[in-house]
């Protein structure tokens, strides 16, 4: 398990609140799991890392869930994460390929024009709210500030980063999101700006130099007071798949379908796309998956 967790500090006045996180090891996880090509890895990093972050200012229990969709050739990247630091990302186009890396790795282009929506997961509340905002960028962290500009009236900075080698293996995964709380003076805010316009920090890069959480925050921070909240909850690539999840899943094949597994006399074996873990559904229980689908049919 990864020692790594998201560390929260906010500012002397109460005004700023910030999250910093090296997720390295969750990301080089989700990529081993999937094999992703160089543009799914940055872009299902990216998205883990901000639901990583936006996770760790929610409250025991609760949980995030991002899903970029858009009409570009990646189609969707979703990524969730709760608050006690469990994570995980997922696209259904993972060795996506551009026609070349002139533009270096574009996300903005293999994604497209869509939409983020965010859910969020609230204990004894059957239906999670969601919110759905238009793509302003398409690289993730630009649509996650603008979502909580849209529907929290939340100002924020969102830097996220992932480091690949010349092979495309990712080394560091990172980000800090700065949230900007009612009652702040303008003139922070216009610091905060400036600090991040002269700076231009790199969060990879910096995680690549071995900083720590706390060292990704500062450059945003110079001349701002700020203090570390405790937040001690380790991250850890987490997949609540089940087998009952898979048999739903089946389910949705139709009859026929159905009926070709149980006249081959073949168990089903089903990997999790997710996190790879394998399933194995009998015939014996196809049968009754397919008896059941006959039965609802018929209603
Ligand atoms: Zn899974």
């Known amino acids: 398990m990864s020692k790594e967790r998201v560390h929260r500090f906010v500012s002397k006045d109460l005004t700023l609140r910030i999250a910093a996180v090296n997720a390295s090891e969750v990301v080089k996880h989700m990529q081993s799991l999937q094999n992703t090509y160089p543009i799914a890895s940055v872009a299902v990093g990216r998205s883990m890392v901000g ?10 229990g609760q949980m995030v869930g991002l899903l970029f969709r858009g009409n570009g050739a990646l189609q969707s990247v ?65 649509d996650i500030a603008h979502y909580l500009h849209q529907s929290h009236q939340i100002r924020s900075l ?5 480091y690949l080698d010349t092979n495309g293996k990712v080394e560091t995964a990172g980000g800090v999101l700065i949230e900007v709380m009612p009652g702040v003076e303008e003139s922070v805010v216009e610091l905060i700006q400036k600090n991040y316009d002269e700076k231009k920090p790199n969060i990879s890069k910096m995680l690549l130099d071995g900083a720590q959480p706390i060292d990704l925050v500062k450059p945003f921070m110079e001349g701002i007071e700020f203090e570390e909240l405790p937040h001690d909850y380790p991250i850890e690539y987490y997949c609540p798949c089940t087998q009952e999840r898979v048999i739903r899943a089946l389910e949705t094949l139709g009859e026929e379908e159905l009926q070709d597994m149980i006249t081959k006399k073949e168990d089903a074996n089903v990997t999790c796309q997710i996190c790879g873990k394998p399933y194995v559904v009998t015939v014996a229980e196809i049968s009754s998956i397919k008896d059941r689908v006959h039965k609802e049919s018929m209603h």
């Open 51 to 60: 639901a990583l972050l936006m996770a760790s200012q929610l409250k025991d």
């Open 78 to 142: 979703y990524a969730e994460a709760s608050f006690e630091g469990h994570v995980r990302g997922y696209t259904p186009n993972p060795q996506y390929q551009p026609p070349n890396y002139d533009n270096g790795l574009s996300l903005k282009e293999a994604l497209g024009n869509g939409t983020l929506s965010v859910a969020r997961h609230q204990p004894f509340q059957k239906q999670p709210f969601h919110g759905t905002v238009e793509l302003v960028s398409g690289e993730i962290g630009q």
């Open 158 to 162: 969102v830097a996220l980063g992932v």
